[in-house]
């Protein structure tokens, strides 16, 4: 009998990956608790959840070794796929800086002008 609430969720599978990340569809879980990940092309375990094998897949040196029995085709997919995700993750951390820096900035005073100008900064005038 089910607990109340609903059935328990599923164990994650290779039918049943733990995301929508696009690399499952190239590995299966081996251990969860653990974070080990199969590569479907050569068998490999690999530590380090699904990160690991995105780099085992693109060919990445220094983590973990590259896939010797992925195709090219794929090699390339995640090649690009880490590349777009490290931009985007500098972007972001960039964006935060800036965001950072105008909360850490003294405030503007300003007031709304007629006659076509925009802003008036108050601040200039104490200055002089």
């Known amino acids: 009998m089910a607990a109340e609430g609903g059935a328990a969720p599923a164990p994650h599978s290779s039918s049943n990956p733990p995301s929508t ?4 569809a190239h590995g ?3 251990d969860m608790a653990r974070r080990k990940v199969q590569c479907k092309y050569c068998n490999r375990v690999l ?9 085992h897949l693109a060919g990445i040196k220094g983590e973990v070794a590259p896939c010797s029995r992925v195709s ?3 090699r390339m997919q995640f090649c690009q ?5 490290e931009t985007s993750k500098a972007n972001t ?4 800086q800036e965001i950072r ?3 850490s900035a003294p405030p503007r005073r300003s007031v709304d002008l007629p006659r076509g100008r925009q802003f008036f900064d108050l601040d200039e005038d ?3």
């Open 101 to 103: 820096e105008e909360l």
């Open 93 to 96: 951390s960039r964006r935060r």
């Open 47 to 55: 530590s380090g959840d699904i990160f690991r094998l995105k780099q």
């Open 81 to 85: 796929y880490m590349k777009e995700k």
């Open 126 to 128: 104490e200055e002089g």
């Open 72 to 74: 090219a085709e794929v």
């Open 28 to 30: 299966i879980v081996v």
């Open 21 to 24: 990340d696009p690399a499952w």
